[in-house]
C-alpha cells in the first residue's frame, strides 16, 4: 500500500465531522490511521430514551462510525464502504457525559471488510462493542462525496506523490 498523505487524513477528520449526523449525534471522530479510528461522543439529554438511559441507537451509532472509519485507509481513493451487518454488544449503562470509542480493522479483504469497535465510559470502563461487516465499492460512498455532500474544499490525494484526489 502506498504512504497515507496526513494532510489527507486531517481535512478528512476535519470534513466528516461537519456532517449533519455527526453534530447532532454531538460524536466527533478525532483520529484516523491504517486500521484504527477513534470518536468521541458528548452524551446529553437529546441521547436518551424515555427512560432516562442511553439509546441503544446511540451505542450502535457510535460503534458503527468507528468501526467503519477504522477501515478507510486501506481503500483505494475511488472506493468507498457500506456497512452490511452491524453487531453490537451493551455491556454496561453510560453514566458519564462522554464517551471514548476505538475502532479496529480486523480484516480488509477485496471485498468485504471486518471491523470491530469498543465504546468506554471516562473513567475507561467497557460499556460496549461491536462488530461491523462493510462492503467495498466502486465511485460510491467516496470522499469526494462527502465534499460535494457538505460543500467543503476538495481533499489533498490520499497517498503520497498525488497532487489531489480525483
Known amino acids: 500500500m502506498s504512504e497515507l498523505n496526513p494532510e489527507h487524513l486531517k481535512s ?3 470534513i466528516i465531522n ?4 455527526f453534530r447532532h449525534m454531538s460524536m466527533t471522530v478525532t483520529e484516523l490511521g491504517v486500521g484504527y479510528s477513534k470518536v468521541v461522543a458528548e452524551i446529553g439529554r437529546k441521547h436518551m430514551n424515555p427512560f432516562g438511559a442511553l439509546h441503544g441507537g446511540v451505542y450502535s451509532s457510535v460503534i458503527d462510525t468507528a468501526a467503519y472509519w477504522s477501515a478507510y485507509c486501506d481503500l483505494p481513493e475511488d472506493q468507498g464502504l457500506v456497512s452490511i451487518d452491524l453487531k453490537v454488544d451493551f455491556l454496561a449503562p453510560v453514566l458519564d457525559q462522554i464517551v ?3 475502532g479496529r480493522r480486523v480484516k480488509a479483504g477485496k471485498t468485504i471488510y471486518l471491523a470491530e469497535a469498543q465504546m468506554f465510559s471516562k473513567n475507561r470502563k467497557l460499556v460496549a462493542h461491536g462488530t461491523s461487516k462493510l462492503m467495498a465499492i466502486s465511485n460510491k460512498q467516496t470522499m469526494n462525496d462527502v465534499v460535494d455532500y457538505v460543500s467543503a474544499e476538495r481533499l489533498p490525494s490520499k497517498f503520497m506523490g498525488k497532487c489531489y484526489a480525483t
Open 12 to 14: 478528512v477528520i476535519e
Open 18 to 21: 461537519q456532517g449533519p449526523f
Open 100 to 102: 471514548y470509542v476505538t
